[in-house]
C-alpha cells in the first residue's frame, strides 16, 4: 500500500506542465523533463523529431531483450499482461540505466479505460513508483482525447499518428527489403539513409511529405532484389498490440524460409482505443451496433438532444474525425511510397475491421479481441497474402478469445492459417512445426498462383 507521504510527479490538469514531486510547476521543454519513448521500429526517428521540434528532451530505448522480461520480475509476479510485462521492464532497466537524480522522467505508454487489463494500470504505477523509490518519474503516459493530445492540440497528435502510420508502412518495406535484397547489409544503410531524408521534411507540410516519399521510392526501388514481390509467397501476423516486443524471431523465421512476413499496423490498435470514445457515446445513448456508434448524422443529431452533454459530445466527434483523419493519411502515404515496389498490402480503415469483426463478437465488450477477427476476415477478401499466423498471448484473454473465433472461422477458407501462443519473444520446437507448415503451404499456394 502507498504510504501517505510518497508522492510522486504528475501532469497538470490541462498537462501543459509537470509538477515535480515536490509540487514545483516544470515546463515540459525544460532541460530536466526526459521523454522516453519505448518503441523500436521505423516510426522512431519521426517521433524523435517531434520531440526535438518542440525543444523536449527524448531517449530512446534499446532493442527488446530478454533481460527485459527478467527485470520485470523485480517489480511484479511477471505473470501478468505481457505489454504490461514489457513496458514495466523497458522502464525499470532504463531507470536502472540512465537515471539522474535531477531529471523527470516522462514514460511513453498505452492508456485506456479497460475492460482490458492496462485498464488497471495507472493504479499498478502507483504502486511500482514507491517500491522503485523514484518519485520523480510519470509511467504510461499516452495521446488521449481527453488529455487533449497531453496538452499539445490537434495538430500534436496528427503529427504523431502521421509518424507511426508513415512507421508501419516503412516496417512493411524493410520486411520485403530483408527478405528478398541481393546484398541485405547495403540494402539496409540506403534504406535508412533515404528515410531519414524523409524524416527531415517531416515538419514541411503533407505536400512536402508526399514528394521526400515518392523519391524515397524511386531511390529504393534501384536495390536490386532476388525475386520480385509478387511472386514471393506473403503471410500475415497479426494479432494485439504486444506484437511489436515479440515479433522479430517470427520475423527472422519467415526470412529464412523465403517468404516475406508482414506485421499487422500498430497504428491499427492505437485506433481501437481512440474509437471508444465514439462507440461508448453511442452505446450510452442505447445503440447496439456499429453503424449507429460510428455514424455522422446520428453524432451530429445528438446536437439537438435536450439532455446533450457537450464535453462527451466533442469527444465522440473527434474520435471518429481520427478514423477518417488515419484512412486520409493512409491512402496518401502509401500511394506515395508504391513507386518502390516493395509494399504489396491493401489498407482497409477501422471501421471496415470492426463491422467485420462484429459479426462474431459483440461490439460493446469494448476490447482488441474484434480486431484481429476482422482482420482475419478482411485479409481473405483482398486476397494479397498466401498464409496467416494470428498470435495470441496466454496473459491476455481478449487475444485468446480471438484465437478462438478464427481457428474456428479458418475452416471456411483455402489460405493456409496457423495460431500460436507465445509467452514472450521467443519460438519453441512446437512453434517452429507450425509455422514450417504454414510457410510450405504459403510457398505452394504461390506457386500455384504464380502458375495461372
Given amino acids: 500500500m502507498i504510504e501517505q507521504s510518497f508522492k510522486s510527479a504528475a501532469f497538470s490538469e490541462d498537462f501543459t506542465y509537470v509538477i515535480d514531486a515536490c509540487s514545483n510547476k516544470i515546463k515540459t521543454d525544460d532541460r530536466r523533463v526526459v521523454f522516453i519513448w519505448p518503441l523500436t521500429n521505423n ?7 517531434i520531440h526535438e521540434k518542440k525543444g523536449w528532451r527524448i531517449r530512446l530505448c534499446k532493442p527488446y531483450t530478454h533481460e527485459i522480461l527478467h527485470n520485470v520480475k523485480k517489480l511484479s509476479s511477471g505473470r501478468e499482461c505481457l505489454s504490461f ?3 514495466a521492464g523497458i ?3 532504463d531507470i536502472m540505466e540512465n537515471y539522474d537524480k535531477d531529471d523527470i522522467l516522462v514514460y511513453w505508454g498505452i492508456e485506456q479505460e479497460g475492460p ?5 494500470w495507472p493504479d499498478v504505477w502507483k504502486v511500482l513508483t514507491e517500491r522503485l523509490g523514484i518519485s520523480n518519474a510519470i509511467y504510461s503516459v499516452n495521446l488521449t482525447l481527453k488529455n487533449n493530445y497531453l496538452g499539445q492540440g490537434m495538430m500534436f497528435g496528427r503529427q504523431v499518428l502521421s509518424a507511426i502510420i508513415l512507421g508501419d508502412l516503412f516496417d512493411e518495406a524493410e520486411c520485403t527489403l530483408r527478405c528478398l535484397a541481393l546484398n541485405k547489409e547495403e540494402a539496409l544503410k540506403i534504406f535508412n539513409k533515404e528515410m531519414m531524408k524523409v524524416v527531415s521534411n517531416f515538419h514541411k507540410g503533407i505536400l512536402a511529405i508526399e514528394r521526400s516519399l515518392k523519391e524515397w521510392a524511386n531511390n529504393i526501388r534501384k536495390i536490386p532484389l532476388k525475386a520480385t514481390v509478387e511472386e514471393t509467397p506473403k503471410i500475415l501476423i497479426f494479432g494485439g498490440g504486444v506484437l511489436p516486443f515479440i515479433k522479430e524471431p517470427i520475423n527472422e523465421y519467415c526470412y529464412q524460409q523465403g517468404v516475406i ?3 499487422v499496423e500498430f497504428h491499427e490498435f492505437l485506433l481501437t482505443i481512440f474509437s471508444e470514445y465514439a462507440r461508448r457515446y453511442g452505446f450510452k445513448r442505447g445503440y447496439d451496433n456499429l453503424d449507429q456508434h460510428l455514424d455522422w448524422g446520428s453524432l451530429i443529431m445528438s446536437l439537438f438532444n435536450s439532455q446533450l452533454n457537450l464535453r462527451e459530445l466533442k469527444l465522440a466527434m473527434s474520435s471518429r474525425l481520427t478514423l477518417d483523419l488515419a484512412n486520409f493519411l493512409n491512402h496518401r502515404f502509401r500511394k506515395a511510397l508504391q513507386g518502390s515496389g516493395l509494399l504489396f498490402d491493401k489498407h482497409v480503415s477501422l471501421a471496415s475491421l470492426l463491422k467485420d469483426g462484429h459479426q462474431f463478437i459483440n461490439p460493446n465488450i469494448f476490447n482488441e479481441a474484434d480486431i484481429p477477427v ?11 497474402f498466401d498464409g496467416l499466423v494470428h498470435v495470441a498471448v496466454f496473459t491476455c484473454q481478449n487475444s485468446i478469445n480471438a484465437q478462438a473465433v478464427i481457428r474456428a472461422l479458418a475452416h471456411r477458407y483455402d489460405i493456409p492459417f496457423v495460431g500460436l501462443e507465445l509467452e514472450g519473444p521467443w519460438l519453441s520446437t512446437n512453434h517452429h512445426r507450425l509455422l514450417e507448415n504454414v510457410t510450405v503451404q504459403a510457398r505452394r499456394l504461390r506457386e500455384a498462383n504464380n502458375a495461372v
Avoid at 116 to 120: E, L, M, N, P
Fill in 85 to 87: 510485462n514489457f513496458l
Fill in 374 to 384: 476482422g482482420k482475419y476476415l478482411k485479409t481473405m477478401q483482398t486476397g494479397v
Fill in 116 to 120: 482490458c487489463q492496462c485498464g488497471a
Fill in 43 to 49: 516510426s522512431t526517428p519521426f517521433v524523435k523529431s
Fill in 91 to 93: 522502464y525499470y532497466t
Fill in 261 to 263: 512476413p508482414k506485421i
